[in-house]
T-cell receptor, first 118, second 113 residues
């Protein structure tokens, strides 16, 4: 069974600080996808990144970067020079093929609430 | 802007009632999935439809049912509402496997009294 653990429930940082959100996953599949989403107070899930299990290259997008390490089953997310607009709940998720129907099922972590203080 | 819309935005029902939530996808998005997100939790997978057929289901009872229509809209129906059904309901749609789980709607917040 697949599982995603986000051990940090809430994090508060002062604006311009760097912050890393941790994500640890469990899966028995060799082929899977990992995701990060941002959920502002409005509730909509905003897609940030998708990474497949065969691509361990780290990725940087502006102030955002992601570190994928299969050896530790982790897919951590770092925000550099945080801003107040980064305040939101961030979810890590894992998808893999499920069942005889072969559909992709996604499992979300419980989320990390990030508060950036001006 | 994901191109996925949901209606209504908010809904209040009483225990035992039935509710229908709607999701409208971009043209060509033949896969739609629905999620329940309780307060303070991550979204939980309810079920997925592909070309109007249910092809996957999470741990939700049969009183949660769905439909997908040829015009790429879909419905989530919940019968015999319970207090624990109060949650944000999200749908996601995609055109092909490469974009699965990329486009989510804004959600419908259901309150059961």
């Amino acid at each position: 069974a697949q599982k995603v653990t986000q051990a940090q429930t809430e994090i508060s940082v002062v604006e311009k600080e760097d912050v890393t959100l941790d994500c640890v996953y469990e899966t028995r599949d060799t082929t899977y996808y990992l995701f990060w989403y941002k959920q502002p107070p409005s509730g909509e899930l905003v897609f940030l990144i998708r990474r497949n299990s065969f691509d361990e290259q780290n990725e940087i997008s502006g102030r955002y970067s992601w570190n994928f390490q299969k050896s530790t089953s982790s897919f951590n997310f770092t925000i550099t020079a945080s801003q107040v607009v980064d305040s939101a709940v961030y979810f890590c998720a894992l998808s893999e093929v499920e069942g005889s129907g072969g559909y992709q099922k996604v499992t979300f972590g419980t989320g990390t609430k990030l508060q950036v203080i001006p | 802007e994901t191109g996925v819309t949901q209606s209504p935005t908010h809904l209040i029902k009483t225990r035992g009632q039935q509710v229908t939530l709607r999701c409208s996808s971009q043209s060509g998005h033949n896969t739609v999935s629905w999620y329940q997100q309780a307060l303070g939790q991550g979204p939980q997978f309810i079920f997925q439809y592909y070309r109007e057929e249910e092809n996957g289901r999470g741990n939700f009872p049969p009183r949660f049912s769905g439909l997908q229509f040829p015009n790429y809209s879909s419905e989530l129906n919940v019968n015999a509402l319970e207090l624990d059904d109060s949650a944000l309901y999200l749908c996601a749609s995609s055109l092909d496997p490469k974009t699965l789980f990329r486009f989510f709607g804004p959600g419908t917040r259901l309150t059961v009294l």
